[in-house]
């Protein structure tokens, strides 16, 4: 199994651009989480969808950040402009979990967006 | 909301115990979790335990949890560099994981 794998590992962009992630949940897992992490608030749960609908969006930052998941095995986070404080690791993860059960989240190796 | 607390640093030296502790808020948590971070890597699971249960023992990882004050801990023994990384801990509540900061774990020669 290759895990959950993220693209792309590193992205450079300036402030105002377009940013895409992407996330390929491993096969057979029907949660998928959008984690951010920073130094000062450590890691923050975006967005966790369930067979690929949104189930909880709370933690979206605001208006410039939208998230989809068109099928079970993609996901994709855009954050639309841009800005510096955007600056952080994203994590995708996905679990089999159904939220009544043992939540094991299994974890990309992340983005790390640098927005200038 | 849910909180979960840790330490931020923890130096031990090699072939030392370390043991990394964890406070959380949320008495309803079915399980209680231990992820490891190395750098520029994802988070791993390592362990968890079942809130019913006051210990996990998994090879050199042996989890101690006392619900009536909240508090789990986490003790590596014989601890390598290879150990060397931040740890988190978890607690679960609905379909959500609310994370601790991390505890960075540096072993010394």
């Known amino acids: 199994d290759a895990g959950v794998i993220q693209s792309p590992r590193h992205e450079v962009t300036e402030m105002g651009q377009e940013v895409t992630l992407r996330c390929k949940p491993i096969?057979?897992?029907?949660?998928l989480f959008w984690y951010r992490q920073t130094m000062m608030r450590g890691l923050e749960l975006l967005i966790y969808f369930n067979n690929n609908v949104p189930i909880d969006d709370s933690g979206m930052p605001e208006d410039r950040f939208s998230a989809k998941m068109p099928n079970a095995s993609f996901s994709t986070l855009k954050i639309q402009p841009s800005e510096p404080r955007d600056s952080a690791v994203y994590f995708c993860?996905?679990?089999?979990?159904?939220?009544?059960?043992?939540?094991?989240?299994?974890f990309g190796s992340g983005t790390q967006l640098s927005v200038l | 909301g849910e909180d979960v607390e840790q330490s931020l640093f923890l130096s031990v030296r090699e072939g030392d115990s370390s043991v990394i502790n964890c406070t959380y808020t949320d008495s309803s948590s079915t399980y209680l979790y231990w992820y490891k971070q190395e750098p520029g890597a994802g988070l791993q699971l390592l362990t968890y335990?079942?809130?019913?249960?006051d210990m996990k023992q998994d090879q050199r990882l042996t989890v101690l949890l006392n619900k009536k004050d909240k508090h789990l801990s986490l003790r590596i023994a014989d601890t390598q560099t290879g150990d060397s990384a931040i740890y988190f801990c978890a607690e679960s509540y609905d379909y959500k994981l609310s994370f601790g900061a991390g505890t960075t774990v540096t072993v010394r020669a």
């Open positions: 335990i079942f809130s019913n249960m």
């Open positions: 096969s057979g897992h029907n949660s």
């Open positions: 993860a996905s679990s089999s979990g159904t939220g009544a059960t043992n939540e094991k989240l299994f």
